[in-house]
């Protein structure tokens, strides 16, 4: 009976078989029922704050690349993809930069991006993202002044550079809750005369029999996210020297393994090369 009594009162029941007749087990049972209300009130809300959690996932690549477009512009090259089962939209992406200069202070900079704004992006596709170095104040920061940058001018933003924010708002349209998420990348993350790879690749489904293909499916191959070519393999010891980012000088020194394409000369690996790429990591 005792049992069932605080089982009505926890669950405010209450059917009036058992009830109390002194004061102690009023003052119990009253007790009992409001911590039933509570209980009850918070489990449901985490039940539906789960429920109602945003699903969307979005992942950024790993690096950022400096590229060479067709048309001689020096880009920075940022890139994610949405793993979500479902199209995300109203993406919106922010780029900021802190530069070390001379002195040792840091300047903090707005940079503006091409593309910065999107209605929709599909599942398992990628968001490609520019900021054009030619005339940013990113380059003017550390004294780079030319029009084209040689890789000198790349190496010497990766330098002075502490890191950059890559900020990105979007609407999970299942819920219709708005995103926020953030990628930072520091020096070691930047990758000078690259260019990314392309995510996407052909599955033969069906063949003709003459052995051409027939029914061709097109993939987006997440596991190249952080892929990329090196358009300027060759790198002299001087610029090697005065390297400071980790992902350069294992590029330069390791053969060049993220490199693919014909005409690219692939250096061997040397016992000196190897003891500076350990140095030059570990620093």
């Known amino acids: 009976q005792m049992f069932m009594l605080s089982l009505h009162s926890y669950t405010t029941i209450g059917f009036g078989s058992v009830y109390p007749t002194c004061d102690l087990p009023n003052v119990l049972l009253g007790t009992e029922q ?3 209300i509570i209980v009850n009130a918070v489990l449901g809300a985490v039940v ?12 950024f690549a790993d690096v950022a690349v400096f590229s060479i477009s067709d048309d001689g512009e020096c880009l920075l ?30 300047v903090q900079m707005e940079l503006s991006l091409r593309g910065p704004m999107t209605a929709e992006l599909a ?10 170095i030619n005339g940013s104040p990113l380059a003017k920061a550390v004294g ?14 990766c330098e002075h ?7 990105v708002e979007v609407v999970d349209p299942l819920y219709l809750q ?9 020096r070691f993350d930047l990758v000078s005369f690259a260019k990314f790879k392309t995510m996407f690749r052909q599955e ?26 090196d358009l300027d393999p060759q790198v002299s010891d001087e610029v090697v020297k005065k390297m400071s980012t980790g992902a350069d000088v294992r590029r330069a020194w390791e053969g060049n393994e993220h490199s693919e394409g014909a005409g690219l000369n692939q250096p061997e690996k040397t016992a000196q090369g190897q003891d500076m790429l350990d140095v030059a990591c570990s620093s």
């Open 161 to 167: 550079m502490f890191f950059i924010d890559l900020m």
């Open 34 to 36: 409001y911590l039933g």
């Open 77 to 106: 090259e940022m890139r994610l993809i949405n793993e979500t089962r479902y199209a995300v939209s109203n993406l919106q992406a922010k780029l900021r930069g802190v530069v070390t200069l001379e002195d040792g202070s840091n």
């Open 178 to 186: 708005t995103l926020h998420l953030q990628r930072r990348y520091y």
């Open 123 to 132: 599942t398992g596709m990628a968001w490609p993202l520019t900021h054009r």
């Open 204 to 229: 033969i489904l069906s063949e003709h029999e003459d052995g051409s293909p027939a029914k061709i499916r097109i993939i987006s191959d997440h596991s190249l996210l952080n892929s990329y070519i």
């Open 144 to 157: 780079v002044v030319n029009d084209t940058p040689s890789r000198e001018d790349l190496v010497n933003i």
């Open 48 to 59: 539906v704050a789960q429920c109602f959690r945003p699903r969307a996932r979005l992942r």
